[in-house]
């Protein structure tokens, strides 16, 4: 008995609970062969005073031990090691007495290209400033509104209900309040029935393009364009067609030329602030895409992420509002109209195709969180949304202002660009031949996250001057300090003969 006494040990600073611990180190022993089968184990008793912890949770490791077969119960005689144990070959004793943690690699194959985005999330460094490539700022996001929807609903003796299963289309309030936003705002005549919620934007695109997608499909996009979509159409199988985006937007004329020698299934775009380059795509060129896509009967996936931001003008109707022959999938979120960690989107669909992304929602998820839905419903149908948007929309067209004044002021001969007419975001383009990654490494050495360019191309060897900068979620002041770090790292990279005085 004094041998296990003496050999086990415990850390009551670890995540890892005391009892477990416990029983886990009997195991370790059992199994190297220093615990025979038969032998006995201290009493609880004695065992808690020796490990100076609590007799209950002596007990409770033995309890653990004896559901997991390892020790054998003898009343009025005591504990003692199985003599029918689960795992009786002995370990040598430099493995069996490890912390178990994870194995570094799986002992069955995993193709470790089978999914391959091009990056995966990465925290900004600890104090500095970002320019993100267009995010709302998270700090005006209406939280103590939602909290306070939360704790209402608390009170409701029919709250239990959405702790339970719910319709897998989202929750039913929410869809008819969105049904009656999207009529207001974008003038899509929807019912309820007409709407999937989805987590966030990238969620829907997932869902169409496991719907509609086979191998070797012809999905059309534009270039530079949203790589996070292009990704989604890849894994699904499709070849990607590319084209040009110019001041108006995605070039129709190259969408037909391809429409005439090849079958297209999909065609993806952002006709709104296009991803990355901010620009819309005219009035002329929806009503040519619309035309195309009833001809070559092909899909349209519109990403309107950020419809309900402009600054200068009434935006243009979404394309979804002026199609008449069932060719447009529409989706949008308010992770941008709230924040990112709000994750709710949303697709409007015909009924067939909404089905089937319905049924394989179910497969991925199940439903979404309804109770956050129920707050967001709430949220839409007493105007808070509304009113938030209003506010966000004056905010952010001054921060527009701002930071376009700021380059104008401090960085004119070193980059150019255009005001953009909404969304949350600049694309820039620099002068002299400025390396955009080694402004961008240079700016995160002196305190400024700023991007580096690497996903606007499909061709990610293509070289190009552009970078997308985020206005929405800095204020004066921190706008102020990141262009001056800005200007310091375009200083610093500057070729000699071009340097600026």
């Known amino acids: 008995m004094m041998l296990i006494e003496s050999l086990l040990s415990v850390d009551k600073s670890s995540q890892v609970p005391v ?52 020790v054998d119960v003898i009343p009025r005689k005591g504990i003692y090691v199985a003599k029918n144990l689960p795992d009786v070959a002995p370990r040598p ?37 970002t320019f993100t490539e267009g995010f709302p700022d998270t700090r005006i996001a209406p939280v103590d509104l939602m909290v306070r929807e939360y704790r209402r609903m608390a009170n409701y003796h029919f709250t239990h209900k959405y ?10 309030n929410l869809r008819n309040e969105l049904a009656r936003f999207l009529g207001e705002t974008r003038g899509l005549h929807v019912t309820p029935n007409d709407i999937l919620i989805t987590k966030g934007v990238q969620m829907a695109l997932y869902l169409c393009a496991q719907v509609l997608i086979n191998k070797n499909d012809i999905v059309i996009v534009g270039d530079p364009g949203y790589s996070g979509a292009n990704e989604v159409f890849e894994q699904a ?129 199940r439903q979404g969180e309804h109770l956050l839905e129920e707050a967001m419903a709430s949220l839409l149908k007493n105007g808070d949304i509304g009113r938030h948007l209003k506010k966000a929309n004056k905010l952010y067209h001054e921060r527009r202002d701002i930071l376009c004044n700021l380059l104008e002021e401090q960085l004119g001969g070193y980059l150019t660009f255009k005001i953009p007419s909404g969304g949350f975001a600049i694309w820039v383009e620099y002068l002299h031949d400025l390396d955009t990654a080694l402004v961008s490494a240079k700016a995160n050495e002196l305190g400024l996250s700023i991007g580096a360019g690497h996903d606007y191309y499909y061709d990610k060897t293509f070289k190009h001057s552009f970078v997308r900068i985020g206005f929405a979620a800095l204020n004066e002041r921190e706008m102020l300090e990141a262009v001056g770090i800005w200007k310091k790292a375009i200083l610093k990279c500057l070729p000699i003969d071009q340097s600026l005085a």
């Open 19 to 70: 009892y477990l611990q416990i029983s886990n180190g009997i195991i370790s022993y059992i199994r190297q062969g220093t615990l025979k089968p038969g032998s006995a184990l201290p009493a609880s008793r004695a065992l808690s005073a020796s490990l100076n912890v609590h007799r209950k949770t002596v007990v409770a490791a033995y309890d653990e031990l004896y559901a997991q077969s390892w």
């Open 93 to 129: 004793i430099e493995k069996a007495v490890l912390k178990h943690s994870l194995a570094n690699k799986t002992s069955f194959k995993v193709d470790d290209d089978r999914i391959n985005p091009q990056r995966m999330f990465a925290a900004m460094p600890d104090g500095n400033l």
């Open 163 to 172: 702790l339970m299963y719910g319709p897998e289309q989202g929750s039913e």
């Open 237 to 365: 199988g499709a070849q990607l067609a590319f084209v040009p985006v110019d001041e108006h937007g995605i070039d129709i004329n190259a969408v037909e030329a391809i429409c005439k020698v090849k079958k297209v299934r999909m065609l993806y775009v952002v006709p709104h602030h296009h991803q990355p380059t901010t620009v819309t795509l005219s009035s002329e060129r929806r009503m040519h895409l619309l035309e195309l896509a009833a001809k070559y009967q092909f899909a349209i996936i519109e990403d309107d992420y950020d419809f309900d931001f402009h600054y200068t003008s009434g935006p243009i109707l979404p394309l979804a509002s002026a199609d008449y022959y069932g060719n447009v999938i529409y989706v949008g979120s308010f992770c941008k109209t709230i924040a990112p960690g709000i994750r709710i989107g949303f697709m409007v669909a015909p009924p067939n195709f909404l089905m089937q992304a319905t049924r394989l929602r179910r497969l991925i998820d």
